[in-house]
Nanobody, 113 residues
Framework: QVRLVESGGGLVQPGGSLRLSCTTS????????MGWYRQAPEKQREMVAD???????NYADSVKGRFTISRDNAKSAVYLQMNNLKPEDTAVYYCKTQGAPYWGRGTQVTVSS
């Protein structure tokens, strides 16, 4: 059974930073591009960023220049470095395999003073 596990969420003040991590099994991880998604209360889930197996990245316009997605194939992990956080970034953040329907359970990010 495929399992994705996110970590690193929390409460941070506006302008602060957080780093999210997502891990899964090694054999599985090498097969897929990976994405980070988020869902705010009463809003639809949206893609934040994704990264191919080769390392090419793509970002939502709302996070360009503030968020960075990366992956470490040796650790079977994908990361989301989030800088200059804003209250509108508050959401549950999910890790997902791109092209396959596997999701993590999510980690809460709250940006508030």
């Amino acid at each position: 059974q495929v399992r994705l596990v996110e970590s690193g969420g929390g409460l941070v003040q506006p302008g602060g930073s957080l780093r999210l991590s997502c891990t899964t099994s090694r054999s599985f991880f090498s097969m897929y591009a990976m994405g980070w998604y988020r869902q705010a209360p009463e809003k639809q889930r949206e893609m934040v960023a994704d990264i191919t197996t080769g390392g090419s990245t793509n970002y939502a316009d709302s996070v360009k220049g503030r968020f960075t997605i990366s992956r470490d194939n040796a650790k079977s992990a994908v990361y989301l470095q989030m800088n200059n956080l804003k209250p509108e970034d508050t959401a549950v953040y999910y890790c997902k395999t791109q092209g396959a329907p596997y999701w993590g359970r999510g980690t809460q990010v709250t940006v508030s003073s």
